[in-house]
């Protein structure tokens, strides 16, 4: 049944755009607010105290579609777009029928405790968070078409990921490891050129790795990067235990995946494609594997369109 959807969601890569298309193809009419939730420009306008000014904005556009608009559904991404505040006034004031939360990060990087409360349903991409709330719906991420394709294969291995943590530390090892048995490697680490320069500057730390890079990677180039390569890199952050986006879409496009998170061994998913490695002892790590050929199992369980049919309410 087509809904009216007020959809509001960080500006992460192209996800949001991606969503929101999904929704339409579903046959639902979509008004979407997308929001800038992370970077250096962030964090810039919270040093100079515009940050505030800059969700007063989105609020007002908020205002203007729901004066506007009736909706059946409030679909919200995250939610750190508005203060716990705001959030109140919205609920109390309640210009939708049905409202849906989603979290694709941790409680432990943010506190989300009380949006949990006043939304219809709550998802989280973490199952620890999941399990330490009763109202919290454990949904783990998704995968969409581009990562369904093949291509010719080029590399042996992909890693292509922001940093953070020991990320450069291990990536550095699993490179020398992969070089002294001869595969092709595609590895790059992203950081903003402006924090980096900050972390120079002000801490005296200096990120040293050959794959690092200051200039992002489109979604789309991505994509084919997934579809030329035999097994994906996936080095967790430490602080969370939710599976990330680029394991979800591994399982789409039907690669080897090495992961460091070791709570994938409980997924559905869970097969003969996935090697589960510890981050004190990388230098054990097996890639003779890659070349074994295995399917994974509930794969179009995860694919876009099942995933938001989960979220959406039936009524």
Known sequence: MSKRILFICPKYFNY??????ELLKLGHIVDMISYN?????????NKIGLAKKQKSIYYNKYRKLVNKNKYDLLFVIKGDVFSEETWKKIFAERKFKNSVLYQ???????????????F????SFDRSDSNRFERLIYLPLFYYGDFCYQEQIEYDLLFVGIWHSDRIEILNKIGEIAEYEGLKVYFKIYYPFLSWLYLRLKNGKSM???YLT?????????SRL?????????IANPRQSGLTMRTIECVGANKKLI????????????CENIQIVRRDTIENIDLNYINTKSEYPNREKYRLDNWLKSILPDE
Do not use: M
């Not at 200051?214 to 991505?222: E, V």
């Open 120 to 123: 219809d349903k709550t998802f």
């Open 226 to 234: 997934y579809r030329k390569t035999k097994c994906i890199i996936d």
């Open 104 to 118: 694709w990060d941790s409680f432990s990087n943010y506190n989300y405790k009380n949006l949990i409360k006043i």
């Open 16 to 21: 949001c755009n991606v969503i929101r298309d």
């Open 37 to 45: 939730a992370t970077g250096f420009s962030l964090v810039l306008l």
């Open 208 to 210: 040293q790795s050959p």
């Open 259 to 270: 992961t460091t998170n070791q709570n994938i061994a409980v997924e559905d998913f869970y």
């Open 214 to 222: 200051f200039k992002k990677i489109s979604q789309k180039h991505l």
